[in-house]
């Protein structure tokens, strides 16, 4: 079931000067689906914080709603450092699932978005906590702009990441490959830019990318042989978890409820 708002449903209050008019558009859509997504929340609620420039967002505006008295006893359970930083800033107070083993709603963004609300996430780099957080919520909210929307998972033709140990992480890489050779999968270790060393992901672990060249199939068995390879600690797909997903775009935004 989908529903459409009209996209002057919130306030903008982005001021922001960019000279890139199509990068701030793209970001105030962003914007958009994560304060919708924020109306969601509470007084009371145990809430996973999501990571990546479309969460920000939403945190952003939770400290906010904190800060004015409008959501009360509110606690974040963030799904990065990188988050748990941001949280502490806007004054959001934390916890973790050791304290908190049931979150009400989590709010994150997607990298993709299938047409039954199948995700991949962790191209920014934090899928593992981020599962581990939304696995744990009795609802997961998923904000994208209108851009993640793809046909298959994968057919953005970009990657879909997966989290593995360090040790002879050539080895996995080349497991990987060879597990999904029919959808002509290419395999690589994703490098820091700045240092060109390999990346690092929160839980001290190496991410290999998966670029397929056509559909992967069933999701469900694909996610399964590849958390069978050892070597492997977590995927990026998010299969049927998301309860909702709110997508902003220039026609406004739908928010589609997972059919349970
Ligand atoms: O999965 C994620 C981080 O691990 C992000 O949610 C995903 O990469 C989307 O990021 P953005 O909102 O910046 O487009």
């Known amino acids: 079931m989908a529903t459409t708002y009209a996209p002057h449903f919130i306030a903008s209050e982005t001021t922001s000067s960019s000279s890139n008019p199509i990068k701030m558009a793209q970001d105030e859509l962003k914007k958009i689906a994560a304060y919708k997504a924020v109306e969601f929340i509470k007084s009371g609620m145990v809430v996973g914080l999501g990571t990546g420039s479309t969460a920000k967002h939403a945190v952003d505006r939770i400290g906010e709603l904190i800060q004015q008295g409008v959501l009360t006893d509110i606690v974040g359970i963030p799904t990065s450092k990188k988050t748990h930083e941001q949280a502490l800033s806007v004054h959001i107070p934390l916890s973790d699932l050791d304290t908190h083993p049931v979150v009400d709603l989590a709010i994150d963004g997607a990298d993709e978005v299938d047409p039954d609300l199948n995700l991949v996430k962790g191209r920014g780099g934090s899928l593992l906590r981020e599962k581990m957080i939304e696995f744990a919520s009795k609802k997961f909210v998923v904000i994208v702009d209108e851009t993640k929307l793809v046909d298959y998972i994968g057919g953005s033709g970009l990657a879909m990441p997966v989290e593995v140990v360090p040790f002879c992480w050539k080895f996995t890489a080349h497991k990987l490959e060879l597990l999904f050779k029919e959808s002509g999968c290419v395999a690589k270790l994703r490098i820091c830019p700045e240092t060109g060393d390999p990346f690092v992901t929160d839980n001290s672990n190496y991410t290999i990318d998966l670029f397929f060249k056509k559909s992967i199939g069933d999701l469900k068995a694909a996610g399964d042989a590849i958390l069978r390879l050892p070597g492997v600690v977590e995927h990026g ?24």
């Open 237 to 260: 797909m998010f299969i049927d978890m998301a309860t909702a997903v709110i997508v902003a775009g220039d026609g406004g935004v739908t928010v589609k409820n997972k059919e349970r």
